[in-house]
């Protein structure tokens, strides 16, 4: 066979940034280097090297060459890189890439509410879609939805809110980490110098409240922060003070299915110690975001943190548990990472020590996800340095940015460059969220040292998610040729009914799980290496679904790739 027969050449399908990293991987069995060729669309060669040999990569099984063409600076659209005759698929190289990104990963949330009509003019005739789940006939909630049968004798009001997924549950702990860092999108923009004011200005996304002079990522998360408040126990009642987990059917439902559709009764399950959490974090951030622009907001939103504080305190190991089925189980046997969350949160916003004894310093090495959140605290206490002492501050700070080293030295270290390296040799459900989330650590390390190569290796990150991966796919519907486009989704649901849409641009697949978690994995996906377990089939839930706590870092880099600081 000829060499121009084995190779393959995996690049950023969508763009890099053109004062960016530029990297590239070229899938071959040759142990010497090859030539490289960069061509614009007209077919002219304008940089040229040769690759670096990598060796086997782990995760994927390929043996793979590294390209670095980061010299290449000049703005132009479908580009590709060609090796031995083979070329990849065009990419453009660009002022600022993901501009449109970012408002497209915010968008994501909007398509996403309950509670309310989603609007032609905001999303386009084909994502319009009348309100969901306010107790209109054939839905049964979720404007007077009761306790699980036998577990309390009360009803609440919690509309609202974003649906979880691809399902119509609403969960409080992955609720309470995509409203945090949707939060976290507007704090660092106002805060850090350089950090993107304009980009998240009113007026910067298509929603209702545009033109309210409010930001509307500031609106956008408020619409999740209100339906969390609303999941809080009732003073009067036993667990007062504690947040519901979660409210879902009583049975899971079929694709496809619009929300306003769904006929099933839906349950508000039982109160844990992670939710009420969850909701002391995010409210303790609202209380101190809505400070200026809504006093009367953010008390209400001081008020209920405080008391999700002491109903946790004093409840502190009310584990979830799942009565009956039609919902994720979002299970946590430790909450002492939740503790030091919420404490960070409450410590920055009132300033009182009480809460730093629950502090606890986080190991940032490996990301953090929903059930791991122990980062999100010193991510919080690193920016906000004037409430420590100044040796505090420095520990917390060092913490942050050992996190980031050693995630860059993980990304680096493979073949495809992904900060992403799990140590049980997995890869987990929703794996392509961590490449977002960890790269937002290494952002954040570049806020607080100003080193480039943190802006760099975060830029980077982004390549592995538009195609710069084991199967040349990116993993953002509507962002290079080869992207996911049929997640699982009741409403994005083209591929199981054509009279639905497929997901609009900006959604993130959950990406591969070798684990293999749903039958049509497991019929299509056999003896996958770990970074290949993937399949954008509308069935494949463990690998394809999509989900608010897995948009909320994409858009998180998104603003941050499109910020000045990172431009
Ligand atoms: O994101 C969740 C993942 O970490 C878990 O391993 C998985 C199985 O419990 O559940 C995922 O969350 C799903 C939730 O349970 C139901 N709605 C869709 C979520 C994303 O697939």
């Known amino acids: 066979p000829s060499a121009a027969a084995d190779v393959a050449v995996r690049v950023n399908q969508h763009a890099y940034q053109w004062n960016g990293p530029k990297h590239a991987t070229v899938v071959t069995d040759s142990t010497t280097p090859l030539s490289w060729q960069l061509t614009t669309s007209a077919g002219k060669v304008v940089a040229h090297g040769k690759t670096k040999v990598y060796g086997l990569d782990e995760f994927s099984g390929d043996h793979v060459h590294l390209v670095d063409f980061s010299r290449a600076t000049r703005v132009g659209e479908r580009y590709r890189l060609v090796v031995g005759g083979v070329a990849s698929f065009p990419f453009d190289i660009a002022k600022r890439p993901y501009e449109q990104l970012r408002e497209d990963a915010f968008a994501y949330f909007y398509h996403n ?285 060092d913490r942050v940015v050992a996190g980031a080293d050693a995630l860059v030295a993980d990304m680096k270290s493979q073949g495809y460059a992904n900060p992403y390296l799990p140590r049980d040799g997995h890869y987990a459900w929703g794996s392509a969220s961590a490449t977002p989330n960890s790269a937002f650590i290494i952002a954040s390390a570049f806020d607080l040292t100003g080193k480039q190569k943190y802006r760099d290796a975060a830029l980077e990150s982004m390549d592995y998610l538009f195609g710069r991966n084991a199967l040349n796919q990116s993993y953002v519907s509507g962002y290079g040729e080869q992207a996911s486009h049929n997640m699982h989704h009741r409403f994005w649901a083209n591929q199981a009914n054509a009279a639905y849409p497929n997901p609009p641009a900006g959604a993130l697949a959950g990406g591969p799980n070798s684990r293999l978690e749903d039958p049509k994995a497991q019929e299509l996906l056999q003896g996958c290496k770990p970074a290949k377990c993937y399949v954008d089939h509308i069935d494949s839930y463990s690998t394809n679904e999509v989900t608010i706590n897995w948009n909320a870092p994409l858009a998180w880099m998104a603003l941050f790739a499109d910020s000045p600081s990172a431009r």
Request: aromatic letters at 10%; one cysteine or more; glycine letters at 12%.
């Open 113 to 397: 509410r309950s509670g309310i009509e989603i609007d032609a003019a905001y999303v386009g005739a084909q994502y319009a879609r009348p309100a969901g789940h306010l107790g209109v006939a054939p839905n049964q909630g979720d404007t007077n939805v009761p306790c699980y049968p036998g577990s309390c004798d009360y009803s609440l009001d919690v509309r609202g809110g974003w649906y979880d997924a691809g399902d119509h549950g609403k969960y409080v702990v992955n609720g309470g980490i995509s409203a945090w860092q949707v939060l976290d999108a507007y704090e660092r923009a106002v805060t850090v110098s350089g950090g993107g004011r304009a980009e998240i200005a009113d007026g910067t996304l298509r929603i209702p409240e545009a033109g309210n002079g409010i930001s509307d990522v500031l609106d956008e998360a408020r619409w999740e922060v209100e339906f969390l408040l609303r999941m809080q126990v009732p003073a009067g009642q036993a667990l007062a003070g504690m947040a519901h987990h979660k409210m879902h059917d009583d049975a899971w439902t079929g694709i496809p299915m619009r929300p306003d559709l769904d006929p099933r009764p839906r349950y508000l399950q039982l109160p844990s110690t992670a939710a009420t959490l969850n909701l002391a974090a995010v409210a303790a951030r609202c209380a101190r975001l809505w400070k200026k622009l809504d006093g009367t907001f953010a008390a209400k939103c001081r008020t209920a943190a405080e008391r999700a504080w002491a109903a946790a305190v004093a409840h502190p190991a009310m584990y979830a548990q799942d009565l009956g089925t039609g919902g994720g189980g979002y299970g946590d046997g430790d909450v002492t990472d939740e503790f030091s969350w919420a404490a960070a949160e409450l410590f920055t916003t009132t300033g009182r020590a009480s809460y730093k004894a629950y502090l606890e310093p986080a190991d940032l090495s490996e990301g953090f996800y929903w059930g791991s959140v122990a980062a999100l605290g010193d991510l919080t206490l690193a920016r906000f340095h004037n409430q420590l002492s100044r040796s505090e501050w420095r520990a917390v700070r």
